[in-house]
């Protein structure tokens, strides 16, 4: 496979928010996809095609109406570049508009799922049923199309629910392919792939590792420096860029906030002590919690504990003659999701190994730049790192000082972290955490009266949660059999003398948060 000329489809983002799952979805069947913002010029679509083999476009849903002054437009050149475009909800209505076809308001929103009747199971509808369950999120509606187009769906609100031109490989559809709830919306994503465009499924993970180490070669020129935060991202990347230059030639600092979960700091040692990595491992728990010390603000203990990684991480670069900076940035990091920027600041995500400011290096390296998650864990698989930290759960940059609530102290971290030790094995042993996307406990700081042994206690409610989530913009608490959740709630009291009390959080996301910080 040759990197550079690779099959791709790309997807033009007008700010809906499932742009990245439609570039994952593309990815899964082994077929590139890259987002690029809406206004991209058919011109630039041409240059870009001379690097990499442009087999279709999609269009990305968003929340504006086409008519709308300020509502984001496309090139017209671009339907007419000859390459398949499929347009998905706002993308379909902008097509539909584009070409003379009625946009209206609809008389009803519709919004969740939905029936649409295929009138034409053809093209990009190919073996679907005549009813089909289908996921609408949308207030405005193509009503009506000029004559060189077809309807090929409708549902009871909305006459044209997907289209296409007669001559032209050019797709429209009101629904939105791309999320789970749209039954056979993987089906309609790959016929347009793979029938329409006739991609060929070259994207590998294989192809990705050795392009990738030879890319690194010809980057780094000397040694090179990476902050592992004890995650897939960052553990991959150094992972990747060790066996590509040697361990020697990476310096690879982990900080030992005193946050971490029981066993990931040993966990880390024994894997990049055994990969051959220069590892160092800073312990910095006392500076940490005397930066902490008595503040109760959850955005600012974020800040802190980002300031102080960053300061921890720069002393020790500024110590060891590095040119290069290693990072194990991901794909959506880079891309936002949504063009408009509209989206409201509920928590700072302050992910540990922040960008250093005051230090100057040849390059910044991101060998993980254009990877997915699930894409990364691939990666991990290929370069043999442990299942624990392949499948580690995400766990918050700032660790468990956002799993206490208010101010941060010794004796806290260690009743959380045993606390969350004894949820974590008893899930994990139950069979339970496969379908699991997170599961963990929090000290609420709350005090409480008990009986422990034969006399009153007073001491602290422990909370644990456990969800299911894809993508953790939504959860639903999971139903964990009962016998599961009284032993927890047993050994945690049983075990930590300073706990009396355990509750188990069954508030889903919205509107409760993931972390209770
Ligand atoms: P929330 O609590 O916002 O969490 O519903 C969504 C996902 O993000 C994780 N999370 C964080 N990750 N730094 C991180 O790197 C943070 O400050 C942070 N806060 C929440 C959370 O664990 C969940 O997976």
Redesign the pocket.
């Known amino acids: 496979m040759e990197m550079s000329k690779r099959d791709t489809i790309l997807i033009l983002d007008f700010g809906g928010q499932y742009t990245h799952l439609i570039g994952r979805n593309v990815r899964e069947n082994n077929v590139y996809s890259e987002i690029m913002p809406f206004d991209i010029t058919a011109d630039k679509i041409t240059e870009i095609g001379s690097v990499s083999n442009i087999k279709g476009i999609i269009l990305s849903g968003g929340p504006d109406s086409v008519y709308d002054k300020d509502s984001p437009k496309m090139d017209p050149g671009i339907l007419k570049l000859g390459i398949p475009v499929l347009g998905l909800c706002y993308g379909h209505q902008l097509i539909a508009h584009m070409s003379d076809g009625k946009v209206i308001r609809a008389a009803k929103k519709e919004y969740g799922d939905t029936e649409a009747y295929i009138d034409k199971p053809e093209s990009i509808l190919h073996g679907l049923h005549h009813e089909e369950k289908v996921w609408m999120s949308h207030g405005d509606t193509v009503s009506s199309l000029s004559k060189d187009w077809e309807v090929l769906a409708h549902t009871d609100n909305t006459p044209v629910a997907a289209f296409r031109h007669k001559t032209m490989q050019i797709y429209g559809l009101q629904w939105h392919p791309e999320v789970v709830q749209t039954e056979h919306g993987a089906q309609i994503i790959k016929n347009f792939i793979f029938d329409e465009c006739k991609c060929e499924r070259n994207w590998r993970m294989t192809g990705f590792v050795e392009d990738s180490m030879s890319e690194i070669r010809r980057t780094i020129r000397g040694k090179a420096i990476v902050a592992l935060s004890g995650g897939v991202d960052s553990s991959v990347a150094a992972a990747l860029i060790t066996k590509a230059i040697g361990g020697h030639n990476l310096v690879a600092v982990y900080v030992d906030t005193g946050l971490m979960r029981d066993g990931e700091t040993e966990q880390i040692r024994s894997t990049f002590t055994t990969l051959g990595t220069d590892l160092r491992v800073i312990n910095a728990e006392d500076r940490f919690l005397e930066a902490l010390d008595g503040v109760e603000d959850p955005e600012q203990k ?1 800040m802190i504990i980002g300031k102080m990684f960053a300061t921890v991480f720069e002393e020790q670069a500024a110590l060891s003659g590095v040119e290069y900076l290693v990072q194990g940035t991901i794909y959506p990091d880079r891309v936002e999701s949504g063009s408009s920027g509209k989206s409201a600041l ?6 540990v190994g922040g960008l250093p400011k005051d230090l100057k290096f040849k390059a910044v390296v991101e060998p993980l730049r254009d990877l997915y998650k699930d894409e990364v864990r691939k990666v991990a698989k290929e370069l043999g790192l442990p299942e624990s930290i392949i499948n580690r759960q ?5 660790g468990l000082a ?1 799993r206490i609530i208010g101010s941060v102290t010794k004796e806290k971290l260690e009743i959380v972290r045993h606390a969350d030790h004894i949820v974590t094995k008893e899930i994990d042993g139950s069979g339970m955490a496969e379908g699991l ?2 599961y963990f406990a929090v000290l609420t700081s709350t005090k409480t009266t008990g009986v422990k042994g034969d006399g009153r206690a007073y001491g602290y409610l422990v909370s644990f949660r456990a969800l299911v989530s894809r993508e ?1 913009m939504t ?1 639903k608490f999971a139903e964990l059999p009962w016998n599961l959740v009284r032993r927890i709630s047993t050994r945690i009291t049983n075990e930590i003398p300073e706990v009396v009390r355990v509750a188990y959080d069954v508030t889903d ?1 919205p509107p409760a ?3 209770w910080e």
Do not use: C, L, S
């Open positions: 974020r509920i928590k700072t995500h302050h992910n995400p766990f918050p940059g700032p956002v996307w997170q953790a959860a996301k948060t993931v972390e």
